[in-house]
């Protein structure tokens, strides 16, 4: 087996769980929602001051989705004891971080199809 397909592999189990549980999908999504209303309640970000703070805004949400679904996706792991188990497994650990890191990175960008266009309203 290819080292991509190892990768490609690890990625695609881990988002696949991710979007099979909802609740860790709807959870990291809401927060980074919630974070953008807050902070743009908090900022009054009206037409002059958007260019300057709404990417920062923007960069906060996702920042904090991204720490909530690592969280989340970790904790999944050491539940199910299934971190160990891919660690025996015969490939190389620098692998299984890539295939990790895939699929967090397609997680978060789901979470941002759905902040994104909210943001844009905002």
């Given amino acids: 087996m290819g080292s991509f397909s190892i990768i490609w592999a690890i990625g695609r189990k881990d988002l696949l769980l991710e979007i099979r549980n909802k609740d860790v999908v709807v959870a990291v999504a809401g927060f980074a929602l919630l974070v953008l ?3 743009t309640f908090a900022i009054d ?3 002059e001051n958007a260019k ?3 990417p920062g805004v923007l ?3 996702i920042a904090f989705a991204g720490v909530t679904g690592l969280n989340r996706a970790f904790a999944l792991e050491v539940e199910g004891d299934t971190l160990e188990a891919l660690m025996l497994a015969p490939i190389s650990r620098d692998l ?4 990790k890191a895939l699929g967090n990175f397609l997680f978060i960008v789901i979470a941002q199809i759905i902040v994104i266009p909210v943001f844009a309203v905002l």
Avoid: D
């Avoid at 299984?96 to 295939?99: A, H, K, T």
């Fill in 96 to 99: 299984i971080y890539l295939g």
């Fill in 45 to 47: 970000l009206n037409q």
């Fill in 37 to 39: 209303v807050v902070f």
């Fill in 52 to 54: 300057l703070v709404g």
């Fill in 59 to 61: 960069w906060a949400g």
